[in-house]
């Protein structure tokens, strides 16, 4: 058996020592805007999803959207080792319009160029009460704290799977966490609820 070579323990160090990197803390303007993550299609892809709501559906039916959600790397790692989001974790969801016809497809919807918005879900514990804020942006300018009056915070406290996210729609992550162990009892409530239906 060959000996180790110094290079190859250094570079395996290296790549420990990346991997446990804590995410980077986010950017904020001086009056409190979160500043877009530019490369977030390059972080990782958690799932997808079409036309979703959580409260019963209105509007144009003819209308239809996907939304894209995306974890900062180091997030991600984390989550895999413990089940759950450190501190300065972004998740960024952007929402697409859905077309049937184009190209040669047949039926079914696709994803289009159209960028409809965006949705950042942060946890900067030093930061936001509760430790976790949503921001919107429908440009790649600046994004606004959505108020934390909004609904979409009582929602995500009172249905989250894990840590006030919604891993119950991830679904690589979601039989992490019940193997870790993490998810919310609110989530195990609702989970119950719904098998009951059934």
Sequence with gaps: MKPVSAIAVLALALVASASAQPPQAPAYTADGRLLPPTDYRQWIFLSSGLD????????DASMHMFD???????AYRAFLDAGTWPDHTVLVMEVRGARSKGSINKRGQFQTTELM???????DTARFAGGWAFFASDDSGPAAQIPIQAECYSCHREHGA????????????LPLAEKKGTLSAAYLKDKDGADAAK
């Design 68 to 74: 894209n959600v995306f974890a900062k790397p180091e």
């Design 52 to 59: 979703m709501s959580y409260r019963a559906r209105s509007g």
């Design 117 to 123: 918005g965006q949705e950042f879900h942060v946890k």
């Design 162 to 173: 894990v840590d006030t996210t919604f891993v119950q729609f991830y679904p690589t992550l």
